[in-house]
Nanobody
Framework: QVQLVESGGGLVQAGGSLRLSCAASGRTFSSYAVGWFRQAPGKEREFVAAISQGGASTYYADSVKGRFTISRDNAKNTMYLQMNSLKPEDTAVYYC????????????????????WGQGTQVTVST
């Protein structure tokens, strides 16, 4: 089992940057694929990015590709989401999550693949 805690959210102007962190408990962090979803007010939760257990494979939603970068440091049990060129439509609560299975580009987008979720961190991008 793994517990996840997000940090790094906040208010930023359009065009700015933020880096989200997700700290995981437990000694088996490296056995989990991890990722980010987000949920904007009045909208369904959507996939943002994911990274494989060893970090060799990454997956992104088209809406963030080229602007966001997901990475992980297994020695620190931490995952990151570097968000650049932020837009007002990026405003949402961002959730980190972990999956004990190996993901593909398709399955990484499916919420049901992830057994563990954090509480979320708010990101607000102003115009």
């Amino acid at each position: 089992q793994v517990q996840l805690v997000e940090s790094g959210g906040g208010l930023v102007q359009a065009g700015g940057s933020l880096r989200l962190s997700c700290a995981a408990s437990g000694r088996t962090f490296s056995s989990y694929a991890v990722g980010w979803f987000r949920q904007a007010p009045g909208k369904e939760r959507e996939f943002v990015a994911a990274i494989s257990q060893g970090g060799a494979s990454t997956y992104y939603a088209d809406s963030v590709k080229g602007r966001f970068t997901i990475s992980r440091d297994n020695a620190k049990n931490t995952m990151y989401l570097q968000m650049n060129s932020l837009k007002p439509e990026d405003t949402a609560v961002y959730y980190c999550n972990a999956a004990s299975v190996f993901l593909t580009a398709y399955t990484a987008t499916q919420q049901t693949r992830y057994a563990y979720w954090g509480q979320g961190t708010q990101v607000t991008v102003s115009t």
